[in-house]
């Protein structure tokens, strides 16, 4: 019986030690309840919601440069699926349930989250009526100028997430609050919003931004804070970007002002001096410049922070003679874009490379036109040094001249960035430049030689039709001719049975200047019909 | 769930060694499992290992070899037959008029291929052979038992030596077992269980998907032929023959050659254009090995408290340590390459306190049993993984002499996992003829936020014995009826740690000034939000059972029925993408199976010499799903978006695609159908040789809406007979198992290495309006919605086999006697000598299936793609006590 006892005595002290047993916390992560308790915290979850731009912009590409007519799927031949895919995307037939299109959206999504619940930690709330931003109380430990500071680049990242969305999908979902536990599940009353809707809280978001971010010029925060602040988004991030939202919307009396402001007061400018400034621009030993007024950042080193763009790009099977670790062979570059830049502009050889020598006849069936603007050397695969520009000083100046149409001053604009291009010799005049129309071809030309690869192309093909309504070809034509061009040397060698130009040009209609909705976003909802974009 | 000798052992039956047990129960009602709670949710297997008798030593050494090769292999062309087709092909259809015959060509890259396979090297490259082989294996083992009155012991030790069907997989394994009792009073008994072993594992750095759709132009290494070949690429100069071969070698070269129609064709191409790397080279520059360490162990307490009263505890410790190398030389993946060594640390500490009293007595006609425990157990998960680059040679391989780390693929987590329960038993028999049992569990456990960790689940049962009843003893013929009936709880907690709790992960970032410095930052989980109400999942399940035996257990049946109600399923329920995450834990909706299990044995025969007898079972289960909650349905979607929809109403998992009625004939078949006002918002509906989609909603236009319920993956019934037939010392036995009614989706004829050369996928295919064919084989695949789901993939699972066969020998007693041994007995066996598979299946193992990404969720089942064969053994072996 003493035994017993002994023994029950011993079980009643097991007892109250095993609680502890199930009480079980996280021992390799933070639980986000526990989190956004100061300006410190906020700072860090910040610097998260930075990071995964590089994630969007992995598929980025695909939405926006293959389907321009500046690239194209490097190996139409191929019937593995991620080429059909691409294939697919380039001649305007993705299935509404392609990968790349869902993950494109679904990426998005997972920022436009991360940022959400950073916002609803400081409690910066959107009203969706007023269209405005209403600060309340937050118990996060903070000071004034921290949290304008911090909440203002988190609505630039949203308001970046957001345009990019609106201009590829249309009308989609209006988020602005996080979703956790069991909340997930009424997303299913959720239904698309309107176009306007979506432009409204990236407005707001925006002003907000600009009204709120760091406004110190270049050469002051390039100093400030020992030089950390460089690649966050500014005031002046906010007002670039802004400014093409308004210009995208036709707005243009709203943008010419936003763009002059830049121009006179924020200290970013072009980069003219050197030998080869065109290329100082991307250079690796001259990231965040002067021009460079918002870029998704990378390093290399083996952490994980660096790009994959030269190994995505480089020809394939190139082995070690472009990049090491050999290339994808992606985003492959239009012979059309090639023969558009002149044979003096320094943007040419620096953007589109020539595989495999620079001599091989265009007629070669191996000869590829790579993407050498974002290749630089890398020791480990997909590890790259070079920052992705977003948003760059002489796209300030283009949307200006866009903004302002025809006329002396806005041909001035365009020559400030064909002069640095190397062709100062040959400027646009009104003579050489006589109309409307002309204007229209010059600008829509010059964006393309200045931006090709920075996945700007295809939303300026989007919006010419009514920014530059004289345009000679809209963005339907545009692209028909362009399949017309590439026809033999890239179409035509699909896989049997061959599609003809006729078929592939009858792709492209209006409709499909937008992507589908994803079809697992429609299907998921039992509740309420997701209207899919008209075409699909 | 397996138990081994009373612990609970994740891996048990892979862990242990076949010649160390001595019996295994499997518990499959509720009522019984339920002392096991949540692990015992989906049925127990209790494996009680050997112990020592109070004897002299005995010896008993057990030694088996046998070997193993796949039972069939992909049927697939070599190139050069591929090209001929093709010719053949367009022979076809140069007299058409409704073809293109501007585009009614071979394409250049395989004319080049051609003139490879054909003329340079004279035959195609068998790429499954570089991949598989015949394995051997063998096992070997002593025991040696004993033991006095008061301490009895069991020692065994062991090899197992395992070549797997491809190069460079194999695991050898050597073990010990000591199992210890000891009397230390009348009251204090205590039992000692050690069994440490040691194992090395070495995996191929390819899997067999990537050998087999190698194209067979493509020679493992150059001969000097290709080698001249490549050279003519300056690029390429330094290529000469014994070097391994890749496709692109053979880009964008200069080729002339006789093509299968006599012409001769000179050109430029590329023969491959695929960036796959030559997967023998990836094999051959890369070890993958693995040393795993793992020791277990447990003491067994038992104090005789009170007459009739026992305490028992046990104390045991599960540890399993391995330690990995992932080694790639220089260029193994892709020129220019550095050498890369991912090393691994891995630890699992399971450790397990279990403490009971029992208490049994009998009054008279009244046997009582009482038991009340308490367990706790507890888990430490560590895993660790660095990564080093460029090391100075291949053949150094330790971390320190890398040159650099690499961040992105080295990482480190730990886990703590606890489980903690109270358990309740009552039984009661009058007279071994009425038997009731009733009990109770509740499981803590720490994979639910507060509030939700802990699960009540009880269970009654009760028997009858009806032969035992004075009415039945005069019915000679039956030796024994018993019904018995249950029902019982149990839960599963079957997660993953912190599904209760948003995280957030780590997310550096580069900012500042030059190259930048890399930041902390911090993200939320894009796959999946926690839910902090997630707790146990719930399973019901009645049963009702009765147990025959007739002429003096000549015959005997047992019969069992049940129905089980599973709510509260734990589910990664897929939710709207804009949320943020693709998914959200949830205890969602309820599922039931009904089903029944019988099995016969009989003893046919049974004479001096000869003996006969046969046992069969036949299963059948059927699932349901009651309610999702609010949801009418959920979707969800595999590797290459084909559709798995739950519906309430009907089994857990069906296939939702489309249905097809064979291929457009012809244009004029598509222009007909057009004409009566077909359209389609689909890409590539209409293609001539294309699949034809159903228009199932009548409305004239193919869409999304057409897509219905195209199977599921549950088999109707399974079944499985043994006879065995003996004489003398000779024993035949042969096991025939089979499994009918199910469907799968077969992922290999979506693509297009494996839809192109192998004939099953191949052959009949539609040519032009004049070969179509057998009007069913689409000419090509891979475009618009033949991406898409439709029953064209969708194949019968079912199949019948002799999975073994075993012949054995045991050495007459007078012999063997003589030579001083106690008995003896030698064998042959084999496997899977025969495998039926359906008419429809083409692919080769109707078993296989995607286990790894969206395919691991309990609502996604039954897809395979690039299935590795089935494996047919043949072994002998022998077993000698002494």
Same mark, same amino acid.
């Given at each position: 019986?003493?035994?017993?006892?002994?023994?029950?005595?011993?079980?009643?002290?097991?007892?109250?030690?095993?609680?502890?047993?199930?009480?079980?916390?996280?021992?390799?992560?933070?639980?986000?309840?526990?989190?956004?308790?100061?300006?410190?915290?906020?700072?860090?979850?910040?610097?998260?919601?930075?990071?995964?731009?590089?994630?969007?912009?992995?598929?980025?590409?695909?939405?926006?440069?293959?389907?321009?007519?500046?690239?194209?799927?490097?190996?139409?031949?191929?019937?593995?699926?991620?080429?059909?895919?691409?294939?697919?995307?380039?001649?305007?037939?993705?299935?509404?349930?392609?990968?790349?299109?869902?993950?494109?959206?679904?990426?998005?999504?997972?920022?436009?989250?991360?940022?959400?619940?950073?916002?609803?930690?400081?409690?910066?709330?959107?009203?969706?009526?007023?269209?405005?931003?209403?600060?309340?109380?937050?118990?996060?430990?903070?000071?004034?100028?921290?949290?304008?500071?911090?909440?203002?680049?988190?609505?630039?990242?949203?308001?970046?997430?957001?345009?990019?969305?609106?201009?590829?999908?249309?009308?989609?979902?209006?988020?602005?609050?996080?979703?956790?536990?069991?909340?997930?599940?009424?997303?299913?009353?959720?239904?698309?919003?309107?176009?306007?809707?979506?432009?409204?809280?990236?407005?707001?978001?925006?002003?907000?931004?600009?009204?709120?971010?760091?406004?110190?010029?270049?050469?002051?925060?390039?100093?400030?804070?020992?030089?950390?602040?460089?690649?966050?988004?500014?005031?002046?991030?906010?007002?670039? !970007?802004?400014?093409?939202?308004?210009?995208?919307?036709?707005?243009?009396?709203?943008?010419?002002?936003?763009?002059?402001?830049?121009?006179?007061?924020?200290?970013?400018?072009?980069?003219?001096?050197?030998?080869?400034?065109?290329?100082?621009?991307?250079?690796?030993?001259?990231?965040?410049?002067?021009?460079?007024?918002?870029?998704?950042?990378?390093?290399?080193?083996?952490?994980?922070?660096?790009?994959?763009?030269?190994?995505?790009?480089?020809?394939?099977?190139?082995?070690?003679?472009?990049?090491?670790?050999?290339?994808?062979?992606?985003?492959?570059?239009?012979?059309?874009?090639?023969?558009?830049?002149?044979?003096?502009?320094?943007?040419?050889?620096?953007?589109?490379?020539?595989?495999?020598?620079?001599?091989?006849?265009?007629?070669?069936?191996?000869?590829?036109?790579?993407?050498?603007?974002?290749?630089?050397?890398?020791?480990? !695969?997909?590890?790259?040094?070079?920052?992705?520009?977003?948003?760059?000083?002489?796209?300030?100046?283009?949307?200006?001249?866009?903004?302002?149409?025809?006329?002396?001053?806005?041909?001035?604009?365009?020559?400030?960035?064909?002069?640095?291009?190397?062709?100062?010799?040959?400027?646009?005049?009104?003579?050489?430049?006589?109309?409307?129309?002309?204007?229209?071809?010059?600008?829509?030309?010059?964006?393309?030689?200045?931006?090709?690869?920075?996945?700007?192309?295809?939303?300026?093909? !989007?919006?010419?039709?009514?920014?530059?309504?004289?345009?000679?070809?809209?963005?339907?034509?545009?692209?028909?001719?362009?399949?017309?061009?590439?026809?033999?040397?890239?179409?035509?060698?699909?896989?049997?049975?061959?599609?003809? !130009?006729?078929?592939?040009?009858?792709?492209?209609?209006?409709?499909?200047?937008?992507?589908?909705?994803?079809?697992?976003?429609?299907?998921?909802?039992?509740?309420?019909?997701?209207?899919?974009?008209?075409?699909? | 769930?397996?138990?081994?000798?009373?612990?609970?052992?994740?891996?048990?039956?892979?862990?242990?060694?076949?010649?160390?047990?001595?019996?295994?129960?499997?518990?499959?009602?509720?009522?019984?499992?339920?002392?096991?709670?949540?692990?015992?949710?989906?049925?127990?297997?209790?494996?009680?290992?050997?112990?020592?008798?109070?004897?002299?030593?005995?010896?008993?050494?057990?030694?088996?070899?046998?070997?193993?090769?796949?039972?069939?292999?992909?049927?697939?062309?070599?190139?050069?037959?591929?090209?001929?087709?093709?010719?053949?092909?367009?022979?076809?259809?140069?007299?058409?008029?409704?073809?293109?015959?501007?585009?009614?060509?071979?394409?250049?890259?395989?004319?080049?291929?051609?003139?490879?396979?054909?003329?340079?090297?004279?035959?195609?490259?068998?790429?499954?052979?570089?991949?598989?082989?015949?394995?051997?294996?063998?096992?070997?083992?002593?025991?040696?038992?004993?033991?006095?009155?008061?301490?009895?012991?069991?020692?065994?030790?062991?090899?197992?030596?395992?070549?797997?069907?491809?190069?460079?997989?194999?695991?050898?394994?050597?073990?010990?077992?000591?199992?210890?009792?000891?009397?230390?009073?009348?009251?204090?008994?205590?039992?000692?269980?050690?069994?440490?072993?040691?194992?090395?594992?070495?995996?191929?750095?390819?899997?067999?998907?990537?050998?087999?759709?190698?194209?067979?132009?493509?020679?493992?290494?150059?001969?000097?032929?290709?080698?001249?070949?490549?050279?003519?690429?300056?690029?390429?100069?330094?290529?000469?023959?014994?070097?391994?071969?890749?496709?692109?070698?053979?880009?964008?070269?200069?080729?002339?050659?006789?093509?299968?129609?006599?012409?001769?064709?000179?050109?430029?191409?590329?023969?491959?254009?695929?960036?796959?790397?030559?997967?023998?080279?990836?094999?051959?520059?890369?070890?993958?090995?693995?040393?795993?360490?793992?020791?277990?162990?447990?003491?067994?307490?038992?104090?005789?408290?009170?007459?009739?009263?026992?305490?028992?505890?046990?104390?045991?410790?599960?540890?399993?340590?391995?330690?990995?190398?992932?080694?790639?030389?220089?260029?193994?993946?892709?020129?220019?390459?550095?050498?890369?060594?991912?090393?691994?640390?891995?630890?699992?500490?399971?450790?397990?306190?279990?403490?009971?009293?029992?208490?049994?007595?009998?009054?008279?006609?009244?046997?009582?049993?009482?038991?009340?425990?308490?367990?706790?157990?507890?888990?430490?998960?560590?895993?660790?993984?660095?990564?080093?680059?460029?090391?100075?040679?291949?053949?150094?391989?330790?971390?320190?002499?890398?040159?650099?780390?690499?961040?992105?693929?080295?990482?480190?987590?730990?886990?703590?996992?606890?489980?903690?329960?109270?358990?309740?038993?009552?039984?009661?028999?009058?007279?071994?003829?009425?038997?009731?049992?009733?009990?109770?569990?509740?499981?803590?456990?720490?994979?639910?936020?507060?509030?939700?960790?802990?699960?009540?689940?009880?269970?009654?049962?009760?028997?009858?014995?009806?032969?035992?009843?004075?009415?039945?003893?005069?019915?000679?013929?039956?030796?024994?009826?018993?019904?018995?009936?249950?029902?019982?709880?149990?839960?599963?907690?079957?997660?993953?740690?912190?599904?209760?709790?948003?995280?957030?992960?780590?997310?550096?970032?580069?900012?500042?000034?030059?190259?930048?410095?890399?930041?902390?930052?911090?993200?939320?989980?894009?796959?999946?939000?926690?839910?902090?109400?997630?707790?146990?999942?719930?399973?019901?399940?009645?049963?009702?059972?009765?147990?025959?035996?007739?002429?003096?257990?000549?015959?005997?049946?047992?019969?069992?029925?049940?129905?089980?109600?599973?709510?509260?399923?734990?589910?990664?329920?897929?939710?709207?993408?804009?949320?943020?995450?693709?998914?959200?834990?949830?205890?969602?909706?309820?599922?039931?199976?009904?089903?029944?299990?019988?099995?016969?044995?009989?003893?046919?025969?049974?004479?001096?010499?000869?003996?006969?007898?046969?046992?069969?079972?036949?299963?059948?289960?059927?699932?349901?799903?009651?309610?999702?909650?609010?949801?009418?349905?959920?979707?969800?979607?595999?590797?290459?978006?084909?559709?798995?929809?739950?519906?309430?109403?009907?089994?857990?998992?069906?296939?939702?695609?489309?249905?097809?009625?064979?291929?457009?004939?012809?244009?004029?078949?598509?222009?007909?159908?057009?004409?009566?006002?077909?359209?389609?918002?689909?890409?590539?509906?209409?293609?001539?040789?294309?699949?034809?989609?159903?228009?199932?909603?009548?409305?004239?236009?193919?869409?999304?809406?057409?897509?219905?319920?195209?199977?599921?993956?549950?088999?109707?019934?399974?079944?499985?007979?043994?006879?065995?037939?003996?004489?003398?010392?000779?024993?035949?036995?042969?096991?025939?198992?089979?499994?009918?009614?199910?469907?799968?989706?077969?992922?290999?004829?979506?693509?297009?290495?494996?839809?192109?050369?192998?004939?099953?996928?191949?052959?009949?295919?539609?040519?032009?309006?004049?070969?179509?064919?057998?009007?069913?084989?689409?000419?090509?695949?891979?475009?618009?919605?033949?991406?898409?789901?439709?029953?064209?993939?969708?194949?019968?699972?079912?199949?019948?086999?002799?999975?073994?066969?075993?012949?054995?020998?045991?050495?007459?007693?007078?012999?063997?006697?003589?030579?001083?041994?106690?008995?003896?007995?030698?064998?042959?066996?084999?496997?899977?000598?025969?495998?039926?598979?359906?008419?429809?299946?083409?692919?080769?193992?109707?078993?296989?299936?995607?286990?790894?990404?969206?395919?691991?969720?309990?609502?996604?089942?039954?897809?395979?793609?690039?299935?590795?064969?089935?494996?047919?053994?043949?072994?002998?072996?022998?077993?000698?006590?002494?």
């Amino acid at each position: 019986m003493k035994t017993l006892i002994k023994l029950l005595f011993a079980g009643t002290l097991f007892i109250t030690s095993c609680k502890k047993n199930i009480d079980r916390y996280p021992l390799n992560n933070v639980a986000i309840e526990n989190y956004y308790k100061n300006a410190a915290e906020v700072q860090i979850a910040l610097n998260g919601c930075y990071a995964a731009l590089r994630t969007t912009l992995l598929e980025e590409w695909q939405m926006t440069e293959l389907r321009s007519d500046n690239s194209i799927m490097g190996n139409p031949g191929s019937t593995s699926v991620p080429n059909r895919e691409k294939s697919d995307l380039d001649v305007f037939v993705p299935s509404t349930s392609l990968a790349s299109v869902y993950t494109y959206w679904s990426a998005n999504y997972a920022n436009i989250r991360n940022i959400n619940t950073l916002l609803n930690a400081l409690s910066l709330n959107y009203d969706e009526a007023g269209g405005t931003l209403k600060r309340d109380s937050t118990s996060v430990i903070i000071t004034d100028n921290e949290y304008k500071e911090l909440s203002a680049q988190a609505t630039f990242l949203r308001a970046y997430h957001y345009f990019n969305l609106v201009r590829l999908y249309g009308g989609v979902f209006l988020i602005h609050e996080p979703y956790t536990g069991a909340n997930v599940l009424q997303a299913v009353n959720v239904n698309r919003s309107s176009v306007a809707d979506i432009y409204k809280l990236i407005i707001a978001d925006l002003q907000y931004a600009a009204a709120n971010g760091v406004s110190l010029n270049y050469t002051l925060f390039a100093a400030s804070n020992s030089g950390a602040n460089l690649g966050k988004a500014n005031a002046w991030s906010a007002k670039a !970007l802004l400014a093409k939202v308004y210009l995208t919307l036709n707005r243009k009396s709203d943008a010419i002002p936003v763009l002059n402001d830049i121009i006179t007061n924020s200290g970013y400018g072009l980069i003219t001096a050197g030998l080869t400034p065109y290329a100082d621009v991307f250079s690796v030993s001259n990231e965040m410049n002067r021009e460079i007024l918002f870029a998704v950042r990378y390093k290399a080193g083996g952490i994980g922070l660096g790009s994959p763009w030269p190994n995505t790009f480089a020809p394939e099977l190139s082995g070690t003679a472009v990049v090491n670790g050999d290339g994808d062979g992606f985003n492959i570059g239009t012979f059309e874009l090639e023969n558009t830049y002149s044979p003096a502009d320094a943007r040419k050889a620096f953007t589109l490379g020539v595989w495999p020598t620079p001599t091989t006849a265009v007629t070669s069936n191996s000869r590829r036109l790579y993407v050498k603007k974002h290749i630089t050397p890398v020791t480990l !695969l997909d590890d790259a040094e070079n920052d992705w520009p977003v948003i760059r000083y002489s796209d300030v100046i283009l949307m200006l001249a866009e903004a302002q149409g025809y006329s002396l001053a806005s041909l001035g604009l365009i020559n400030q960035t064909r002069a640095r291009a190397g062709l100062g010799a040959a400027p646009l005049t009104l003579t050489n430049v006589p109309n409307d129309q002309r204007f229209a071809d010059s600008l829509a030309k010059e964006r393309r030689l200045e931006f090709a690869f920075e996945n700007v192309r295809w939303f300026d093909l !989007l919006r010419y039709k009514t920014t530059l309504p004289a345009i000679t070809e809209d963005a339907v034509t545009r692209m028909k001719s362009h399949f017309a061009t590439m026809f033999t040397n890239h179409y035509a060698k699909y896989p049997s049975p061959a599609p003809t !130009l006729a078929t592939i040009q009858g792709y492209i209609t209006n409709d499909k200047l937008l992507l589908p909705i994803p079809q697992r976003e429609i299907d998921n909802n039992s509740h309420l019909v997701i209207p899919q974009n008209p075409g699909y | 769930m397996v138990v081994i000798d009373g612990q609970i052992t994740p891996d048990g039956l892979a862990f242990i060694n076949p010649g160390d047990v001595e019996s295994v129960e499997v518990l499959k009602d509720a009522a019984s499992a339920a002392i096991y709670g949540s692990r015992g949710s989906s049925g127990v297997i209790l494996v009680t290992t050997k112990k020592g008798i109070a004897d002299k030593p005995k010896y008993n050494f057990k030694y088996s070899i046998g070997q193993k090769r796949e039972y069939k292999r992909y049927d697939i062309m070599t190139y050069a037959e591929y090209v001929t087709m093709l010719f053949d092909e367009m022979a076809k259809r140069a007299t058409d008029p409704t073809v293109n015959q501007a585009t009614n060509t071979v394409t250049a890259g395989d004319r080049a291929a051609y003139i490879i396979e054909n003329q340079l090297l004279g035959q195609g490259v068998d790429w499954q052979s570089e991949s598989l082989r015949t394995g051997t294996f063998q096992n070997l083992q002593l025991g040696i038992s004993g033991g006095s009155k008061s301490t009895k012991y069991y020692i065994s030790g062991g090899y197992q030596g395992d070549e797997g069907m491809m190069n460079k997989s194999k695991y050898q394994k050597y073990n010990v077992r000591a199992k210890m009792d000891l009397e230390l009073s009348k009251r204090v008994k205590v039992t000692i269980n050690l069994n440490p072993s040691y194992a090395t594992r070495e995996s191929p750095a390819q899997n067999f998907t990537n050998f087999w759709r190698m194209p067979g132009w493509l020679p493992v290494r150059h001969t000097e032929a290709t080698a001249a070949l490549a050279r003519t690429n300056p690029l390429q100069a330094n290529i000469k023959a014994g070097d391994y071969a890749h496709q692109r070698h053979f880009n964008g070269l200069n080729y002339t050659g006789t093509m299968p129609d006599g012409t001769t064709w000179t050109g430029n191409a590329s023969a491959g254009g695929s960036a796959q790397q030559n997967p023998r080279l990836e094999v051959d520059r890369s070890d993958i090995n693995t040393n795993e360490y793992r020791l277990q162990s447990s003491v067994e307490l038992n104090v005789n408290l009170l007459p009739g009263l026992n305490f028992k505890s046990l104390a045991s410790g599960y540890l399993n340590y391995s330690k990995g190398l992932n080694f790639a030389q220089r260029n193994a993946n892709r020129d220019g390459d550095l050498n890369i060594g991912i090393f691994t640390n891995n630890s699992n500490t399971y450790l397990l306190s279990e403490n009971t009293l029992n208490y049994v007595k009998t009054i008279r006609d009244h046997d009582i049993t009482a038991l009340f425990g308490v367990t706790t157990e507890r888990t430490n998960v560590v895993r660790e993984q660095t990564t080093g680059l460029d090391f100075p040679s291949d053949d150094i391989r330790t971390l320190a002499s890398a040159a650099q780390l690499d961040k992105t693929r080295s990482f480190g987590t730990k886990a703590i996992i606890g489980l903690n329960s109270f358990l309740g038993r009552l039984t009661y028999a009058y007279k071994s003829k009425y038997l009731f049992s009733t009990s109770l569990r509740r499981d803590g456990s720490s994979y639910f936020g507060p509030g939700n960790k802990w699960g009540t689940f009880p269970a009654v049962s009760a028997g009858w014995v009806v032969s035992k009843e004075k009415f039945m003893s005069g019915i000679n013929w039956l030796s024994n009826l018993k019904f018995r009936g249950s029902y019982g709880a149990t839960g599963n907690n079957r997660i993953v740690e912190n599904a209760w709790v948003d995280l957030l992960y780590g997310a550096n970032n580069p900012a500042g000034t030059a190259t930048g410095n890399s930041t902390p930052g911090l993200i939320t989980l894009s796959t999946i939000i926690a839910n902090p109400d997630i707790s146990w999942e719930r399973t019901f399940q009645t049963n009702f059972g009765m147990d025959i035996s007739l002429f003096k257990n000549k015959i005997s049946v047992a019969l069992d029925v049940y129905k089980s109600k599973t709510d509260q399923l734990l589910l990664q329920q897929s939710v709207m993408a804009f949320t943020g995450a693709q998914q959200y834990w949830n205890n969602l909706g309820s599922l039931q199976n009904t089903g029944f299990e019988i099995e016969v044995s009989s003893k046919n025969i049974e004479k001096k010499y000869f003996r006969w007898s046969t046992s069969a079972n036949l299963s059948r289960n059927k699932n349901k799903i009651l309610e999702l909650g609010t949801e009418a349905f959920l979707l969800n979607q595999g590797e290459r978006a084909e559709v798995y929809r739950n519906q309430v109403g009907k089994p857990l998992v069906e296939f939702v695609g489309f249905k097809t009625d064979g291929v457009w004939l012809s244009q004029a078949d598509i222009d007909a159908a057009k004409a009566k006002g077909l359209t389609s918002t689909l890409p590539a509906v209409f293609t001539p040789g294309g699949l034809k989609i159903v228009d199932m909603n009548g409305d004239n236009v193919l869409d999304n809406n057409d897509r219905t319920v195209l199977g599921n993956p549950y088999a109707d019934f399974t079944w499985g007979i043994t006879n065995n037939v003996g004489y003398k010392g000779f024993e035949l036995s042969f096991f025939l198992q089979g499994s009918h009614g199910g469907k799968l989706v077969n992922g290999d004829p979506n693509y297009n290495e494996s839809g192109r050369l192998i004939r099953t996928y191949n052959s009949n295919r539609w040519v032009s309006a004049a070969f179509p064919g057998d009007g069913k084989t689409p000419v090509t695949r891979g475009t618009g919605f033949n991406w898409m789901l439709t029953d064209y993939v969708v194949e019968d699972a079912s199949y019948w086999s002799l999975r073994e066969v075993n012949l054995s020998y045991a050495v007459n007693a007078a012999l063997i006697k003589k030579i001083g041994l106690s008995g003896a007995r030698v064998y042959l066996s084999a496997q899977n000598l025969y495998f039926h598979m359906a008419s429809n299946y083409r692919s080769l193992n109707p078993e296989g299936r995607f286990q790894n990404g969206p395919y691991s969720s309990v609502l996604i089942d039954g897809y395979q793609r690039g299935s590795f064969p089935i494996p047919r053994t043949f072994m002998a072996g022998i077993d000698i006590n002494f």
